[in-house]
């Protein structure tokens, strides 16, 4: 895992993304064993499950320049979970794998916080910060994001960024085996023109 300060770090009133370090490691493996936090995802991750998937994240950024960013409170230093972009590995629906040539890869925005940072808006400052680096630090095109139906907030809180539930419906998570309960997946996206829009009329 690389040192925690390379690669783009954004920066919101109240937060620091940076990409996370191996100091990170213990934070992140008690957010991913809280069956609260995971109740959304197959099981709760063990700390060797979480090790990996840091190293993941470390790749991403050293292949793409962008990842998930370990968020920091700014007043306090505590890390408080994860958010940022991932390239997508698998086919959604109008968007073939792999993408047909000379395209990018579609990417996603996510976020996993800790319990005890809901409901005070972080999630939103620290998705919003990564929104904006997708569009007007990087140009993406587009930039998508999926959930299960049954967790409202995560949804619902797409719809607040200005995300829209893609028009052609749901698929269902190819990483999940048929019959799963949490196979059924809504999908949401934005484009670089409705980006623009959100924040004209948010100002």
């Known amino acids: 895992m690389s040192p925690p300060d390379v690669g783009p770090r954004l ?13 990170d490691l213990p934070a992140t493996c008690a957010m991913n064993a809280d069956p609260e936090v995971m109740r959304f995802f197959p099981a709760p991750m063990r ?3 979480v090790e990996l998937m840091l190293g993941r994240i470390d790749a991403h950024f050293a292949r793409c320049g962008f990842g ?11 890390v408080i979970g994860l958010i940022g972009l991932v390239e997508v590995t698998f086919a959604l629906p109008g968007r073939p794998c792999p993408p047909p040539a000379g395209a990018r ?12 940072a809901w409901g005070q808006g972080f999630a939103r400052e620290g998705a919003t ?18 959930t299960v139906p049954a967790n409202t907030r995560s949804w619902g809180l ?5 995300l829209r539930r893609d028009p052609a419906g749901g ?13 059924p997946h809504l999908l ?3 484009d670089r023109a409705g980006w623009s829009s959100a924040q004209g009329s948010a100002r």
């Open 171 to 183: 698929f269902e998570h190819p990483r999940l085996p048929v019959g799963h309960p949490l196979r």
């Open 188 to 190: 949401y996206g934005i």
């Open 105 to 116: 890869p579609p990417v996603e925005v996510g976020w996993r916080l800790v319990s005890s």
């Open 129 to 146: 910060a990564a929104l904006r680096f997708a569009f007007e630090g990087i140009a993406l095109p587009e930039v998508l994001s999926f």
């Open 11 to 23: 920066q919101t009133p109240r937060l620091l993304l940076r990409p996370p370090g191996p100091a």
């Open 68 to 78: 998930f960013w370990a968020v920091e409170r700014r007043d306090n230093a505590a």
């Open 158 to 162: 797409m719809e607040r960024l200005g």
């Open 47 to 49: 700390p060797d499950e």
